[in-house]
T-cell receptor, first 115, second 111 residues
């Protein structure tokens, strides 16, 4: 079975450029999460969706960040304009609400470097 | 107070040692708790759920103290392969599954 698929795996961009990160959750999962991980702050929850609806975006750092989930099999996280402090690993994760374990499955992450 | 707080670590232990990690959480209404493991430059993966009565999986034991809002993970007879970062996770959102991670504790098991 395919896991959570993220793209790109690595991105290097210059300050001010738009960055779009993509995620395909596991089929049948109805909850999707975006996390950001840095050494200083650890894993921070940015936003999560249940049944494609954003539930809590209080972790989105500022208006430069936006996320969408147009359907059950696709989500994007956009940063516009990007800044060097946005450099981090961005993880997408999904789970099936009501499942036995509540286990969260992560993608391999998108490593973003903003110069 | 941070929502989920863990021992800062790092922990360096010899093979065969017993090591314990602690975690506290701020929301007394939290209902479900987990430990995840993250290997270097990899994604986090579920290690075990934490049940109210405590639970064991081989060399790993997880415990929950609701009164103190405290979770622990005990690793007995540690192996080199246990070297990883251990992340405490708390569901802050009830049925909405707002899964909040601690910063993690790095464990290195030495030969």
């Amino acid at each position: 079975d395919a896991g959570v698929i993220q793209s790109p795996r690595h991105e290097v961009t210059e300050m001010g450029q738009e960055v779009t990160l993509r995620c395909k959750p596991i089929s049948g999962h109805n909850s999707l999460f975006w996390y950001r991980q840095t050494m200083m702050r650890g894993l921070e929850l940015l936003i999560y969706f249940n049944n494609n609806v954003p539930i809590d975006d209080s972790g989105m750092p500022e208006d430069r960040f936006s996320a969408k989930m147009p359907n059950a099999s696709f989500s994007t996280l956009k940063i516009q304009p990007s800044e060097p402090r946005d450099s981090a690993v961005y993880f997408c994760a999904s789970l099936r609400m009501g499942g036995a374990t509540g286990e969260l499955f992560f993608g391999e992450g998108s490593r973003l470097t903003v110069l | 107070r941070k929502e989920v707080e863990q021992d800062p670590g790092p922990f360096n232990v010899p093979e065969g040692a017993t090591v314990a990690f602690n975690c506290t959480y701020s929301n007394s209404a939290s209902q479900s708790f987990f430990w995840y493991r993250q290997d270097c430059r990899k994604e986090p993966k579920l290690l075990m759920s934490v049940y109210s009565s405590g639970n064991e999986d081989g060399r790993f034991t997880a415990q929950l103290n609701r009164a103190s809002q405290y979770i622990s993970l005990l690793i007995r007879d540690s192996k080199l392969s246990d070297s990883a970062t251990y992340l405490c996770v708390v569901n802050m959102g009830g049925s909405n599954y707002k899964l909040t991670f601690g910063k993690g504790t790095l464990l290195t098991v030495n030969p």
